[in-house]
């Protein structure tokens, strides 16, 4: 098959290693990817999100299937475009992706849908917002509505920080546009799984689930990233969890989506928040797969992953794809002064004599011209160890991690801390 995948993170790294094992065969193109994804496809440079040139490159590399990283592409209606074409989409139009774009209108799908999630009410106006956090109990989460790249919801632990949060996105438009709505709800104690299910807009088919590391600091201190690490499985999310997360949760989503003309094909990833009592309640959703859960995820997808792509972007029946036996862990290394403001232009470099079953995806890197391989974003690698338990994919992850070099670097040495206790404590 002659493929396309858009995006130039990790998670395009670990799509396209994927699809080249898939079938040597295949042609693989990414756009823009990164020279990481330069070693097992043909990079094109057109950004991501430059909606015309990836119509016309579809068009002009005849491609079978295109797959989707990220959000923004697909919330300014790449597959709508595609799909006009005639052309196999793996992700929504832009009225599914607003299920991760608008957290305003993903709330109310939930609500019409009887989905278990956080009480919550949604504010343009920064003085009913504040009427409101005086009537509602402590703690609980204010949140941009529209797209933050995971930096716009804000944990307050006081009336006093959450009427804070509110000022800077309501009144001092700290946020952009993506703060002109806001999302206040209460807080939910519980431990958060990521559930990526691959959907033909009926039916699903979970992927094994994972678990994001989404502060800075180890211990889940600082400031909220991307994600700095994720592992899968996850021992707690088990298969009757998983059932109830099926039923009560992505299933009637999608009912809800159809319901509203906003057809679904692609991944549903639900970021869950799973109760002391075991009820799994709703944080959030994203149109795509998550970064970096799909550095974990894909790797313990065995064959198949290709062809359950395709039929879920053709609206065809999904056919069952084997996941291996084992863990994955993937450890973030990113820049100095991420979050905030990433240094760039570090020279990486990465030992030739790694583990065996390390695979190094690469995010944020760029090739200077004399050849060095150099940091060109937030997020930089992602170092992902694939073995038979937990236990040894979690060290060999680290063990890469720590030989990885470049100036500033900047990762957490606890990735998978819950599963290590509860292996510990079991
Ligand atoms: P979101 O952007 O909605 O995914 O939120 C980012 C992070 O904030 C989540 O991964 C959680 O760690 C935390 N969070 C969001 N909403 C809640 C909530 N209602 N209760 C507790 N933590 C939350
Ligand atoms: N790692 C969280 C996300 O992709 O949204």
Not at 218 to 232: F, I, K, L, V
Request: charged share 20%.
């Amino acid at each position: 098959m002659r493929l396309l995948i858009v995006g130039g993170g990790g998670r395009e790294h670990a799509l396209a290693l994927a699809f080249a094992a898939d079938d040597p065969h295949h042609q693989i193109y990414v756009a823009p990817g990164n020279p990481g994804t330069a070693t097992a496809a043909t990079n094109l440079d057109i950004s991501a999100d430059d909606i015309d040139r990836l119509v016309d490159a579809a068009d002009a590399y005849a491609i079978d299937l295109i797959v989707v990283g990220p959000e923004v592409p697909l919330a300014l209606g790449l597959a709508d475009r595609l799909r006009g074409e005639g052309r196999a989409v793996f992700g929504p139009g832009a009225s599914g992706a607003r299920i991760e774009a608008s957290k305003a209108f993903a709330k109310e799908v939930m609500q019409a849908a009887g989905v278990p999630t956080a009480r919550s009410a949604v504010f343009t106006d920064a003085a009913a917002a504040l009427r409101y956090i005086d009537l509602v109990p402590e703690p609980l989460v204010v949140k941009a509505s529209g797209l933050a790249a995971g930096k716009g919801a804000i944990v307050c632990n006081s009336r006093d920080e959450a009427r804070q949060a509110v000022k800077a996105m309501l009144a001092d438009h700290l946020f952009g546009d993506a703060g002109t709505v806001v999302v206040i709800e209460a807080f939910l104690a519980g431990e958060e799984l990521s559930v990526l299910a691959i959907t033909n807009g009926r039916d699903v088919q979970l992927l094994p689930a994972a678990q994001d590391h989404k502060r800075l600091l180890e211990g889940d201190h600082g400031p909220n990233t991307g994600g700095m690490g994720a592992y899968s499985p996850v021992s707690i999310a088990t298969a009757a969890v998983l059932a109830r997360i099926r039923d009560e949760v992505l299933l009637p989503t999608l009912d809800e989506l159809a319901r509203r003309n906003a057809p679904y094909r692609g991944v549903l990833y639900a970021g869950i928040m799973l109760r002391p009592d075991g009820t799994p309640n709703v944080v959030e959703f994203n149109c795509r797969l998550g970064d970096p859960e799909a550095q974990v995820v894909i790797p313990l997808v065995g064959p198949g992953l290709v062809a359950l792509l395709d039929a879920a972007a053709r609206g065809e029946p999904l056919p069952r794809v084997d996941v291996r036996d084992g863990a994955a862990v993937t450890t973030i290394l990113a820049a100095a002064g991420y979050p905030d403001a990433p240094a760039r232009g570090a020279v990486i470099s990465i030992p030739e004599d790694l583990d065996p079953g390390v695979t190094v995806y690469h995010a944020g890197t760029r090739r200077r011209d004399d050849g060095a391989l150099v940091t060109n974003g937030g997020r930089v690698l992602a170092v992902t160890a694939v073995a038979e338990t937990f236990a040894t994919a979690r060290a060999a992850s680290l063990a890469a991690a720590e030989r990885i070099s470049f100036d500033g670097k900047q990762f957490r040495r606890d990735i998978g801390w819950r599963e290590a206790e509860r292996a510990r404590t079991s």
